[in-house]
C-alpha cells in the first residue's frame, strides 16, 4: 500500500474561543469533501491523512476546550497542557507532510508561524487558505460531476 498524502492544518488557536477548535475541524472536513470530488471526478483514489491539530489535542491529549467557562482567558494556554510537547508533535507531523495548509490570519499566530516556516525551510508546499472561500472554490461547478 502506498504512502497517504497528507496535508497538516495550521492556524491561530489562542485569543479565539474554544482555541478556534470548530474552524479547525471545519477545515478538516472540506479537506476530505473536496478532495473526494476531486478524486470521483477524475476516477482516481488518493489515501488522504489531514493531521489536524485540534483534533489531536482532543482524542489524544484528552482536552475539550467547549467544557471550559464563558470566562475562559483564550490568550492563555491551560495549565494542564505542555506548550513544548506539542510544539515538538506539531513540528514534526509538519515535517511528515506533503503540504501544509494555513488558515487565514495564521500569521498572527506564534505557532502557525513556526510551523508554516519549518514547512517552508524543509520545502513543503504552504498554502494559505479562507475555508469558506475554499469550499465555495472548490465546490463549484469546475469539480462537481
Known sequence: MSKP??????????KYPQYNFDQFYELERIVYDV???????????????????ARIDVEERGFDPW?????????????DLNIREIAAQDSSLVCKSDALLAMKWWIYSQGAT?????????NI??????SAYMYDRLSSSEIKQ
Not at 35 to 53: C, E, G, Y
Request: hydrophobic content about 40%; proline content about 7%.
Open 35 to 53: 478532495f473526494d470530488k476531486i478524486m470521483k471526478k477524475h476516477d482516481v483514489h488518493v489515501d488522504l491523512r489531514v493531521f489536524n491539530p
Open 67 to 79: 467544557s471550559l467557562p464563558e470566562d475562559t482567558d483564550w490568550c492563555q494556554l491551560p495549565s
Open 5 to 14: 498524502y497528507t496535508i497538516y492544518l495550521c492556524g491561530s488557536m489562542r
Open 114 to 122: 513556526a510551523e508554516v516556516d519549518i514547512a517552508k525551510w524543509i
Open 125 to 130: 508546499p504552504v498554502c494559505e487558505v479562507d
